[in-house]
């Protein structure tokens, strides 16, 4: 199984980035999806998660109203959106899959990660 997040990189407060995640050698619509961030000398916390058809979301206080997360599963990729950058986002973001049915997926739960990506909002 490869979770390959990508689109990571440097922006200035106030801007945007898309996270993209293809997903391969699992079967990915049975999977819900989450992504997850860690930032320097921080624990990884949950940012947010989408059900296996789509159809439901659930994100982190912090992000609410900023980041969307989305899936296509006709090309096994999950998708986070972020917008409104602020300097306190900057961490490597990783994207994950799961079966778990909690609403905040607890690191724990998480079957699949991936490698991780960088998101640096300078100020």
């Known amino acids: 199984v490869q979770l390959q997040a990508s689109g990571g990189g440097l922006v200035q407060a106030g801007g945007s980035l898309r996270l993209p995640c293809a997903a391969s050698?699992?079967?990915?619509?049975?999977?819900?999806m989450g992504w997850f961030r860690q930032a320097p000398g921080k624990e990884r916390e949950f940012v947010a998660r989408?059900?296996?058809?789509?159809?439901?979301?659930y994100y982190a206080d912090f992000v609410k109203g900023r980041f969307t997360i989305s899936r296509d599963n006709a090309k096994n990729t999950v998708f986070l959106q972020m917008n409104s950058l602020k300097p306190e986002d900057t961490a490597v973001y990783y994207c994950?899959?799961?079966?778990?049915?909690?609403?905040?997926?607890?690191?724990?739960?998480?079957?699949?990660w991936g490698k991780g990506t960088l998101v640096t909002v300078s100020s």
């Open positions: 050698g699992l079967t990915f619509r049975d999977y819900i």
């Open positions: 994950a899959a799961t079966k778990t049915v909690y609403p905040i997926i607890p690191v724990g739960d998480v079957e699949y």
């Open positions: 989408i059900s296996w058809s789509g159809g439901s979301t």
